[in-house]
Each structure stands twice: as structure tokens, then as C-alpha cells.
């Protein structure tokens, strides 16, 4: 078995796209698109002042990806990266390719004078927390806010829409939330705890798809 870490090149974004469809997926707030993530995969690869898309290559197949993404620090007053888009395809998990990327990908920070590397998780998403702690990377006490400027078509509409229980049609509604399951009144379903269930069928929260 031969691992190979290089950068992505044209021609590897519909590889990259079907990783990223996996990440997205498993993330609360995007749901993948094959060719919106082709497009954003190739405006990095084109412009490399951007930033830079890692693969890992296990026996010459894509099998996991990182980047980083270029900015500027003026507190720092050096530039910085931030990193996104690490993932694994679920067979080669815990077999050291995502440490090998991760490593590949801070060295190369480093040795391009970058003074730091920030990155987002999701919230209860322990595994992935445990991975980047154990990388060297801690929690910042920074709260993450952003605008959409789109349509939303990239995000789910899980910011104030209603989500329905796929095995027996319940329907969460942020604004009421769920008192009797432990959830106040205006929690949004990315807030929602994972070990929320449906308080009709039991059925657990990722049973649960965007209603409106
Ligand atoms: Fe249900």
C-alpha cells in the first residue's frame, strides 16, 4: 500500500467533489451538490494564490483531501490560512491518512511563512474535535457569525425552517422547540442535541430532513 500526499490538480475535482459530498453530508448546515463543489474545487486549483488542495493518494486513488485557504492576519501581521475541507473516505479512516494531510498541510504552512492555521468543526461532532486536538490545534473562544450572500442554495435551510421526521411526518418547529424532549422554545435544529429523538416515534435527529 502506497500513500502519496501531492497537490490537486485539474482533473481531480469530481474525485474531490465525491469526498466532499461525504463531508457535507455528515455536517449539519450544508447538503452536498456535485457541480457547485466542482466549481469552488476549480477556482482554487486555478488560482493558486487562493489557496492550496492537498490529496492523499493511496495506491494512486484519491482517498482524502485538505485545504487551505489564504488570508491575511493584521493583529499577526503575517499571513494566515484557514483550513477546510478535511476529509477521509470512511474505509481508510483511522489508518493515518488524515494526520499525513494534516501534517503535510501545516508544513507546508510553516514553510511559507504562514503564522497560523484556523479552522471549524461542528459543535457536537466529538471525533473530528478529538482528531484536530490531537493535531496540536485548540478551541478558540471566538464565535463564529457570517451572512449568506447568496440565495442559500448552498446551505440548508436550517436556520429558521421547520425540520419533519421522515418515519412518522412530526415536524420540528424552532419557534415552539420541543419542552418535553428538553428543548426550549427558538432552538434551531443545528442546535438541537444529537441525542434529541422524536418525541412521536423515537426516531433519532438525523432521521430528520428540511421541511421549509
Ligand atoms: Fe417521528
Redesign the pocket.
Known amino acids: 500500500m502506497i500513500f502519496r500526499i501531492r497537490i490537486a490538480l485539474e482533473g481531480d475535482e469530481a474525485r474531490c467533489a465525491e469526498l466532499l459530498g461525504i463531508l457535507f453530508s455528515q455536517e449539519h448546515e450544508f447538503t452536498p451538490n456535485a457541480e457547485t463543489q466542482s466549481r469552488g474545487l476549480s477556482i482554487i486549483i486555478r488560482n493558486p494564490e487562493l489557496g492550496r488542495i492537498f490529496v492523499g493518494e493511496i495506491d494512486g486513488v484519491i482517498e482524502g483531501m485538505v485545504m487551505l485557504l489564504f488570508t491575511v492576519s493584521t493583529f499577526l501581521g503575517q499571513k494566515v490560512a484557514l483550513l477546510e475541507d478535511m476529509v477521509v473516505a470512511p474505509a481508510w479512516r483511522g489508518k493515518g491518512l488524515g494526520t499525513l494531510l494534516i501534517n503535510h498541510a501545516v508544513d507546508f504552512a510553516r514553510s511559507e511563512g504562514f503564522g497560523r492555521i484556523t479552522l471549524l468543526t461542528d459543535r457536537d461532532n466529538n471525533t473530528a474535535q478529538q482528531f484536530y486536538r490531537s493535531q496540536g490545534f485548540a478551541k478558540s473562544e471566538m464565535v463564529v457569525f457570517r451572512k449568506l450572500l447568496d440565495d442559500g442554495t448552498t446551505l440548508k435551510k436550517s436556520e429558521s425552517c421547520t425540520w419533519m ?1 421522515r ?4 415536524l420540528y418547529d424552532p419557534a415552539e422547540g420541543d419542552p418535553e424532549g428538553g428543548i426550549k422554545a427558538c432552538t434551531l435544529f443545528a442546535e438541537v442535541s444529537g441525542q434529541w429523538s ?1 418525541p ?2 423515537f ?1 433519532s435527529k438525523s ?1 430528520f430532513d428540511p421541511f421549509s
Open positions: 421526521c418515519e412518522c411526518g412530526y422524536c412521536v416515534c426516531a432521521d
